[in-house]
């Protein structure tokens, strides 16, 4: 499979048209220049085996090979047996920079374990190399006393993890973490994937992005909300223009955003297709503004009945009238209907789903005619204020919705980091729902994933509110089945464990603080510690103040990454893992829940060991400082959960420095269990069931589709999976059309409620989103050492309307000072002609923390001149906890 690969190829493969006339622009640096010729170079040279794996970075979850030679990393490409056939983007393209000669790629890796005086915290330096075992030792004698106390339901210590580590890490932060040791857990999928999360558990009974990237091949008419695609999702884009160079004008697309990102260039509005630029957190006004115009324009409500939706509504229940876009049967046959109340769901987790007895409404016809009315206020008229869009545009819009049968909206960030953002998600499903497209192949609501591994992180259990096999902790009937299929037939076993996860008098949920509450307890000083594993919080969090302080205060800080990070200025302890994709093994699944393997291809540097080794070797020593302390109970507890997992390699424990050769390679066959007790554990399961699934089918078979990977749920060894979830297919598998306890489809009459953040006014008047770049992954550390991502967009910037700017007297590339309620950043402005925001508006990359230039080394005090996070808020959703990382009211000042 060996090919060559001439420079010309390379930029291509790196997505390049854009990419080289970028390249112009920028400025020319000789150390950059030859190290791109270092990288074509390289990529000549043939590779003796390619090696499956993951792209490490978006939900796409784009199938890779790594080119290795002499056990080393020369290319990576796409694989062309998977769903990507071949494709990658520039990220994926440039993954082999960072395995190339003196990169800083290569050079920058963490490869000891480090340990420094908490005193010391505050730069990367003053660190010292130490053993495995005496960083562990360290973290276990300091454990060991925290959890000697509570905070709420667990001890005051908390792992922060990641939906980038493996399927297999989240599993086990969920067993050892929130079971085995009773600690505080939430990953950064709190900041990413709660309100997707929290919002279709509340709708279809349980977690799981419901359709697959082809939907965009059967469906007619495509809404995407707060979804910059293009850039954030490349290979699923991919796919989407293929679909409208195929069926041209017959898919009609409706793009919602408050900034004209890059998808809007495959528009065509000449044929009906629509960019309307909303203002921020305003999505459910024009939801139900669209719903309002269906039912009381396009039915004739107002025309018919002189707006009395109430008689319409009766004439349809009792079948003298037929609705157009109505579809009385789904309504009948698979909804009940609530009402929106923000209070009385945010006790979902810790109550129970009693709670929507609270809320319920008339199920059915009846319902929906409650709903009928309720929308009366809705007029676009009334909204287009709220909105900022034109009440033409919002009939359009409407008009475009019932158009044909197969409508299809997709929505991430826009609707996710907002503080009513589980609102945003019920008022579509609902619309959705009465007009009768949802669950079939093209037709429904599909929130996709943004991380490699953001679902495994919830199918792993390491979310809050989420348990391993993606149940839901506030289901007595999961906690049960979980307990039991943990125990192994040992009923002491089984209670404890129940214990753990319930309040065995008011059966109440026993949760972990979410994410913004620990850091904000760490604070206050009620959690004592914290170990990040696979992200960084320094600059991906909200309000980085807050975050500073938190860090600063901290009796221990643990950070467990590949390269040296902004968090990492404020640890105590540093543990250098190996990168899952390319030097360890596991799995991953991506957003339209297909599962796919990461084979190990090359050695990790140094003394770096995989994620999963790192805890378990944490556990396996703190249960034993347990036992030697005399907390037997704790210890027995812990043993027993630990057997089926390391069984056999307990001697290479004891001593980890003298064995990391060894743990390295027992790491395949320990993941491997780890896959299977968890695909074990996830039977029965509604969509996430993969108990059909093990290592073996992933490294030897194909889907019904000839591609690597298979998507949940997996129900025997012989299924090759599911495409959707809730269509006919899923009714026939489980006798229900969706995971509620009847069946049916959970639908809310939301009114627009007001975001956490204080709205604009005289002093704060212009609106902030922080959104992503095609170029970068998140804080950087991984893309800012590539050579052409970071020559491309080598610093931070505000993009600002033309108009705006004008009015400010700001030209392209002043330095302008961008200040919220909580903070200020300094950065460049840019007048943007492309992804041009709606006036009001202004937007900046929030990648560029405090250690700047990933390439020169120039570093900032932190948290950073040009962080955008100073300036956001860590308000949340209500119910699902995920911070308003996309509204921030802000003054700019021309400096
Ligand atoms: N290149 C690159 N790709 C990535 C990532 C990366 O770091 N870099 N990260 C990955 C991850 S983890 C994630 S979660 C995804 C995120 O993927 P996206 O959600 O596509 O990413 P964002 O650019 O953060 O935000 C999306 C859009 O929401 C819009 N928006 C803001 N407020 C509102 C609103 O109130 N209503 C509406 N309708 N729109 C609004 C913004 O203008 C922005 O265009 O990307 C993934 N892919
Ligand atoms: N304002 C604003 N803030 C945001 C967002 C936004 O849109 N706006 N988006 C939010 C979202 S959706 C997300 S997902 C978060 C992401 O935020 P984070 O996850 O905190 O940021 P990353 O840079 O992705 O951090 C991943 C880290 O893992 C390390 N790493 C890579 N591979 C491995 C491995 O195999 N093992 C270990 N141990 N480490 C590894 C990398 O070096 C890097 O430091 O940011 C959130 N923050
Ligand atoms: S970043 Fe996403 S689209 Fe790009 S190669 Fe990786 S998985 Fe594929
Ligand atoms: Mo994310």
């Not at 299924?719 to 009847?742: I, M, S």
Request: proline content about 5%; some cysteine; aromatic content about 10%.
């Amino acid at each position: 499979m060996a090919q060559k690969f001439t420079r010309r190829k390379f930029l291509k493969g790196a997505g390049a048209g854009a990419a080289l006339m970028g390249l112009k622009a920028v400025e020319k640096s000789r150390w950059i220049e030859n190290f791109s010729r270092d990288i074509a170079e390289a990529a000549n040279l043939p590779a003796e085996k390619w090696v499956n794996s993951v792209c490490p970075y978006c939900a796409c979850g784009c199938s890779i090979l790594y080119g290795v030679r002499q056990g080393k990393v020369v290319s990576v490409r796409g694989n062309p047996e998977a769903w990507n056939r071949g494709g990658v983007c520039i990220k994926g393209a440039t993954l082999a920079d960072l395995y190339l000669f003196n990169s800083p790629g290569v050079k920058d890796r963490l490869k000891k374990p480090l340990l420094r005086d908490p005193e010391k915290r505050g730069s990367l330096d003053n660190f010292r190399e130490v053993s495995w075992d005496e960083a562990l030792d360290y973290m276990v004698k300091k454990v060991k006393e925290y959890t000697k106390t509570k905070f709420g339901d667990k001890h005051p210590f908390a792992m922060y993890g990641s939906g980038q580590a493996s399927l297999e890490f989240n599993y086990l932060a969920a067993k050892f973490n929130v079971i085995g040791m009773n600690i505080h857990n939430d990953n950064n999928g709190r900041l990413c994937q709660a309100t997707q999360a929290n919002a279709m558990v509340i709708s279809f009974g349980i977690d799981g992005p419901p359709m697959s990237f082809d939907d965009v091949f059967e469906a007619d008419n495509l809404f995407l909300f707060g979804f910059s695609i293009a850039d954030t999702l490349p290979g699923w884009f991919g796919k989407l223009v293929e679909a409208k160079v195929q069926k041209g004008d017959n898919l009609k697309i409706a793009v919602i955003d408050p900034v004209k990102i890059s998808a809007t260039q495959i528009l065509n509005y000449k044929a009906g297709d629509l960019y309307l630029p909303i203002i921020p957190t305003t999505d459910v006004a024009f939801i139900n503004s669209m719903a309002h115009v269906i039912i009381y324009e396009l039915e004739g409500v107002n025309r018919d009945y002189a707006g009395d939706a109430s008689r319409w509504a009766d004439d349809v229940i009792s079948g003298k009238v037929k609705p157009k876009h109505i579809d009385t049967e789904f309504i009948a046959k698979y909804v009940n209907f609530y009402r929106g109340d923000y209070q009385v769901l945010a006790r979902l987790g810790k109550e129970g789903p009693k709670i929507f007895d609270e809320i319920k409404l008339p199920s059915g016809l009846e319902g929906f005619k409650e709903y009928a009315k309720f929308l009366a206020a809705y007029k676009p008229e009334n909204v287009a204020q709220t909105t900022g869009l034109t009440p033409a545009d919002i009939r359009k819009a409407a008009q475009m919705f019932v158009r044909n049968k197969n409508t299809m909206s997709m929505y991430l960030q826009g609707f996710g980091q907002q503080s009513n953002g589980v609102s945003k998600h019920l008022a579509l499903v609902t619309l959705h729902a009465v007009t009768g497209r949802l669950g079939r192949a093209g037709a429904g609501v599909m929130p996709s994933v943004g991380q490699p591994n953001g679902l495994g992180q919830r199918v792993g259990g390491a979310v809050v509110g989420r348990l391993p096999g993606n149940r839901n902790h506030a289901l007595a009937a999961h906690r049960a089945s979980l307990a039991k299929a943990l125990a192994r037939g040992n009923q002491e076993m089984e209670a404890k464990i129940l214990e753990r996860l319930e309040d065995p008098v008011t059966k109440n949920s026993r949760l972990s603080l979410t994410s913004v509450d620990i850091f904000k307890n760490l604070k206050n000083g009620n959690i004592k510690g914290v170990w990040t594993v696979c992200n960084n919080p320094m600059v991906a969090f909200p309000n980085l103040n807050m975050v500073h302080e938190a860090l600063r205060k901290a009796d221990l800080v643990v950070v467990q990454d590949i390269y040296p990070t902004e968090t990492m200025a404020f640890a105590d302890v540093v543990l250098p893992a190996a990168a899952l994709s390319g030097e360890a093994c596991g799995t991953y699944l991506n957003s339209e829940r297909r599962v796919q393997m990461l084979e190990k291809a090359v050695e990790p540097p140094g003394d770096a060991l995989p994620d999963g080794i790192i805890l378990l070797a944490f556990v396996y020593k703190y249960q034993k400082a347990l036992a030697a302390e005399g907390r037997q109970e704790e210890a027995d507890f812990l043993k027993f959960l630990l057997e089926p997992i390391i069984q056999g390699y307990e001697p290479l424990f004891e001593n980890v420095q003298a064995n990391i050769r060894e743990l390295r390679e027992a790491n395949q066959e320990i993941q491997k269990r780890l896959f299977s007790e968890l695909a074990y554990v996830s039977k029965g399961i509604p969509g996430n069931d993969f108990s059909g699934l093990s290592y073996e089918r992933l490294r030897t078979e194909k889907d019904a589709k000839g591609y690597v990977g298979f998507k949940l749920p997996v129900l025997d060894s012989s299924h090759k999976g599911l495409e959707r979830l809730y269509d006919e297919n899923y009714e026939a598998v489980y006798q229900k059309r969706f995971a509620t306890p009847d069946g049916k489809l959970r639908c809310f009459l939301f009114e627009q409620v007001h975001p956490a953040e204080e709205w604009i006014d005289a002093e704060y008047p212009f609106m902030l989103t922080l959104p992503r770049i095609y170029e970068h992954w998140h804080t950087r550390t991984r893309t800012g050492r590539c050579a052409m991502p970071h020559r491309l967009r080598p610093e931070a910037w505000l993009s600002i309307n033309p108009n705006d700017a004008k009015k400010l007297g700001i030209k392209d590339g002043d330095w302008v000072e961008v200040e919220s309620r909580r903070g200020k950043v300094t950065v460049k402005a840019k007048i943007d002609t492309v992804k041009t925001p709606r006036e009001g508006v202004v937007w900046m990359p929030w990648a560029y923390g405090f250690l700047g230039n990933l390439f020169t080394g120039q570093k900032e005090a932190p948290p950073g001149k040009s962080a955008g996070n100073v300036l956001s808020t860590d308000a949340y959703d209500p119910v699902s906890k995920h911070p308003e990382l996309k509204f921030t009211a802000v003054k700019i000042r021309k400096v």
